[in-house]
């Protein structure tokens, strides 16, 4: 991937991750003792609009958090890494999405997440002759479906209107493709790249070899209702790349997984940064996927993502 200044704009959730460590888990009505405390910024825009910017990209995330510490915590980080927050926007009757997370001494998690302000960003927000300027001006939008659905909606609309490409991550189960319920709305079928994570999915993950032909199936059904190009990312099996042009599978690189926390916003992420400068798609997939490779080989989400550096590094040695 060459140097660039791509302007990427990304639209996603936006969370403070607050975790401790503790001996046991406390019954109800107990308290116990806890070490180790963390807090640190996550979320699809969060994590994947900082690893496009770590690819050296103009990135500017779209988002929303409270009027509160911690959306001041969430705009300092984010700014920290040269994501413009701009269009992050501040509820002031809504708190800052948040993760709160108890581990024992087993690794066991348990974990409670507050939405907070991500689910109440709306469509109206949206629709400034500012904002529409930002997408115009943009090479590429990437779009997460965990974000309220009138909203990817109109952001969608907006980019391709402004005939900016766009790439989606549905955030929908695989499970509700296989079984030919996956009712996504019709304008999630323009997208430009529809990156649906089947990672989790244990249909795909046969001997038989039928995770690429279920993979592809899938691809070239999505194709039939409009989507450009579908990318199907399947954890340690690869990625399938279903387009006009056929179906392409690319394998994984072969690391030491540590955490997969982060390693598919580094995909998405460095996938949205190559195709702002406008590499080939299958180009454009290879990097991506180191990307969400050197993640899974670091613990943590945002702390695990890698430079643009890095990624080109293990493209060149690392053995296939």
């Known amino acids: 991937m060459a140097g660039c200044s791509a302007k990427v704009v990304i639209f996603g959730s936006i969370y403070v991750d607050m975790a401790i460590r503790c001996e046991e888990f406390p019954d109800s009505s107990k308290a116990v003792g806890g070490s180790e405390f963390s807090n640190v910024l996550t979320g699809s825009g969060a994590n994947q609009a900082t690893q496009a910017a770590l690819c050296g990209c103009d990135v500017y995330l779209v988002g929303k958090?409270?009027?509160?510490?911690?959306?001041?915590?969430?705009?300092?980080?984010?700014?920290?890494?040269?994501?413009?927050?701009?269009?992050?926007?501040?509820?002031?009757t809504k708190s800052t999405g948040l993760s709160v997370s108890l581990a024992n001494r087993k690794g066991h998690n348990r974990t409670c997440i507050s939405k907070g302000a991500n689910r109440s960003i709306r469509p109206a927000e949206l629709q400034s002759q500012e904002f529409e300027e930002l997408i115009s001006s943009a090479?590429?939008?990437?779009?997460?479906?965990?974000?309220?659905r009138s909203a990817v909606i109109s952001i969608i609309r907006t980019a391709k209107l402004a005939r900016t490409p766009v790439i989606l991550d549905p955030q929908i189960a695989s499970e509700r493709y296989s079984q030919g319920g996956a009712d996504l709305p019709a304008d999630y079928y323009s997208a430009d790249i529809l990156v649906p994570n089947f990672a989790e999915a244990t249909e795909l993950f046969n001997e038989s070899g039928q995770n690429f032909h279920n993979a592809k199936l899938i691809g070239s059904d999505l194709l039939g209702r409009g989507v450009g190009c579908v990318i199907v990312k399947l954890g340690r099996r690869g990625v399938v790349v279903v387009d006009r042009a056929g179906a392409d599978h690319i394998a994984a690189f072969d690391v030491k997984v540590v955490d997969h926390n982060g390693s598919g916003d580094a995909f998405n992420g460095a996938l949205a940064a190559c195709r702002a400068v406008t590499e080939p798609i299958r180009e454009a997939v290879k990097f991506a996927s180191a990307a969400g490779a050197l993640a899974c080989s670091k613990f943590g989400a945002q702390e695990a993502l890698p430079r643009k550096e890095k990624i080109i590094e293990i493209l060149q040695d690392l053995p296939r």
């Open 65 to 92: 958090v409270g009027s509160d510490i911690f959306g001041k915590f969430a705009k300092e980080n984010l700014s920290g890494f040269g994501v413009n927050c701009d269009f992050v926007f501040e509820a002031e």
């Open 139 to 148: 090479n590429v939008c990437l779009i997460n479906g965990d974000m309220e």
